[in-house]
């Protein structure tokens, strides 16, 4: 497809290896044993109220929001609190984590739940709704959805853009969503219209999606909203807010500013189907669809999870291991986190497990850099990452800030491309924190 | 089911482009070997010898500075490939001490005071040849006939057919219209398939062409081992071009700057004015395919994004056709590029990428 529409600079094309596209939804087991993290946003971890011995339901609240950006935590399983203890999360940080062991009756799953009208409510009763339910966005960041779809004093939405890129390798849990709950997610939208009075909602969607593109397009057209789905050609990372809008919008959010700078706000469409949820059945996020995958995985799904399942069970549910793997991603594969322990479990913002063959990952022998620009050339952020990589390595974090450090969003363009194999974005990632401690600017 | 978790723990990202410094350097090493074949049927068995000599020490030199530093650097393919090119820029009948001393210089003067891999700041092959070059200018320009000419005398050695040029051209009180009637006048040999393939061009094709520049395309030529056969360069290179080991910019525009001068001015020097010069001569001659495809494109000594690419290449192209036209030496392109080499840095200065979201251009906001 040409004249299809694109972010202009940088970015690379990744090997698609969405092999678990034409497979449908399905409910995960529910595991007997289940770890909840506090901490599954941006922003505070959750206050913890639940001791060892509560006997909790499906639905309770087991942590509650901290402070205006955190978000609450809910008990995805009925069942008895076994333990409060403080647990790795994949990013690497610790969190406290409330295990339960799962028994009894659910009060939700397997019956009529009862539809809510919400026609009626005002916009501070709706984003109530989504504070309460534990609403965070999907796409990754888990940035608290009540924060994000407050419109400060004096500004308006222009543009609502909805993400259904999904341009991670591997992942096709948003694309399954649009596919399969396309009603549902037209119903979230009408609720995130009557929040933010955008006056126009875009539906971004990769041209890998051909399916996608054509299901919303019709559901666009009788949906009686100011909405449009744009095809967009394929490029890694135009799931990246900023690219994303550059390439619907045409326009830039400039440097260090959020989207509302160029009056827009953007939602991952399976948060959208989350804010449905949320509003229509007052249904707490707790569980989330999950792309189990990866060469050495046995029989790639997309599952269902309750939040707390460790990847041990949804690996096992999907046949296990073939081949041993190289490495167990959370997330995809661009962004993700390696993690090294099956019981990790799986959290709000996971949208897939990865089991990587050796021949997958591609690693090689690290060399001096080359200085052959192809980091450069990938950068869709316009950065110069060799530079940068060697600013921060002699410890020049304040060279590397005026570089445009803070501008990197870690998407792995530069890593991923570097013949030299040298690991880039670890080196930002050091250079962000390493200046946030030494309180370089 | 369990882990081995050995190795398990990286920072993103997980994946990763299947090039690597190893699948690059030896990938150049392959694309360069036809040439390389050439030159020894073209030259013999004693092309094979200097080939040797050059890569064994470029890797000697590299082994010993590995040792210095405590680096392992030998496989990455680095130094078997500035051996492989000090070699193509040598002529066949060379002292074999030279390429020894350039491919020693080249690794442990130009590449490794610098830091190795990448640090250098001037293509090392180059800077090896042209450091030889003015050393021991007899030997490095006495170059051995093609065994594929009929010359019918005995000799062995020769002039290149830009040397002919340069040295005849004061002194020739004929009138010529270009560099191949000149050739043609003062009896420069052909070879048996040059002619004939300019004859069958001329017969079924209707298209009149002379066969020198045809000897020069193909590579019957005295010249250095590796750059006589522009048709096996360029063949190399398309295998580099598809995998996107080198890209168009340096190439294309550092041929096109050079020919389009050559034809405006190029013709100047037979008196025949402007837009007349022989451009398909001057592209296959000397060593501009060796060094647009091969040399100006090596990485750490090119700019980094493609604008200062194109300003590097032009440059280049540029100062070749100043240098072979105007300097005092038949070739130019060492020179052209080594010269372009030093402007680097201050090209990557000025032709930053223009970074998202910000109004002011130019680099280091």
Known sequence: MKGLKTFQMGGIHPPGRKVTAGKEIQNAMIPSTLVVPMQQHLGKAAECLVKPGDLVTEGMLLGRADGFISANVHCPVPGVVKEIKEIFLPSGSKSVAVEIEFSGEFDRSGKNQERFDWKDLDNRELLQLLLENGLVGLGGATFPVNVKLQVPKGSEVKTLVINGVECEPYLTADHRIMLEKGEEILEGLRIMQKILSPEEIIIGIEANKPDAIEKMSLLAEKSGLQLSVVPLKLKYPQGDEKQLLKAVTGREVPSGGLPMAIGAVVSNIGTVFAVYEAVVFHKPLMERVVTVTGGAIANPANLKARVGTPIRSLIEECGGFKTPPAKIVMGGPMMGFTVYDLDTPVIKGTSGILALTAREVAAAERTSCLECGRCVSACPMGLNPTTLFKMIDHGDYSAALAAGLLDCKECGCCGFSCPAHIPLVQGMKLGKSMSRKLKVS | ?365
């Open chain 2, 1 to 365: 089911m369990e882990l081995n978790t050995d190795k398990l723990v990286t920072v993103s990202p997980q994946i990763h482009h299947p090039a690597s410094t190893f699948s690059i350097m030896w990938s150049v090493v392959l694309c360069l070997v036809p040439a390389g074949l050439w030159g020894v049927y073209v030259f013999g068995l004693r092309a094979l010898l200097v080939i040797a000599v050059s890569i064994v020490f470029a890797l000697a030199g590299e082994a010993l500075a590995g040792y210095m530093m405590k680096k392992r650097t030998l496989r990455d393919g680095s130094a078997f490939l500035t051996g492989l090119l000090v070699a193509y820029n040598m002529p066949v009948g060379v002292d074999l001490y030279i390429p020894a001393v350039a491919s020693l210089f080249a690794i442990l003067v130009v590449k490794w005071s610098f830091g190795g891999l990448g640090a250098n700041w001037m293509n090392p092959a180059l800077a090896g040849r042209v450091f030889v070059f003015f050393s021991w200018t007899g030997s490095m320009t006495r170059w051995s006939l093609p065994r594929t000419w009929q010359t019918g005398t005995d000799a062995v050695t020769g002039a290149s057919p830009l040397g002919a040029i340069k040295s005849g051209i004061l002194d020739f009180s004929g009138t010529v219209s270009g560099p191949a009637e000149f050739l043609e006048q003062t009896g420069y040999p052909v070879s048996a398939m040059g002619q004939a393939v300019a004859n069958w061009c001329e017969s079924t094709l209707g298209f009149a062409s002379d066969p020198y520049t045809w000897d020069l395309f193909l590579g019957h030529i005295p010249g250095s081992i590796g750059e006589v056969s522009a048709l096996l360069l360029l063949a190399g290179a398309v295998y580099l071009f598809i995998k996107k080991i080198i890209t168009w910019e340096i190439p294309v525009v550092y041929l096109a700057v050079f020919g389009i001068l050559v034809w405006v001015f190029g013709g100047n020097r037979y008196g025949a004015g402007l837009f007349s010069g022989a451009v398909g001569f001057n592209l296959f001659s000397g060593g501009l395919m060796l060094g647009a495809l091969y040399m100006a494109t090596d990485m750490a000594t090119s700019p980094l994004t493609r604008k200062g690419m194109i300003i590097y290449a032009a440059g280049a192209g540029f100062l070749t056709f100043l240098i072979r036209f105007f300097g005092s030496f038949p070739e130019g392109v060492s020179l052209a590029i080594i010269l372009m080499n030093i402007f680097v840095p201050m090209i990557n200065r000025f032709t930053g990428p223009k970074r998202f979201g910000v109004e002011k251009k130019g680099e280091a906001a």
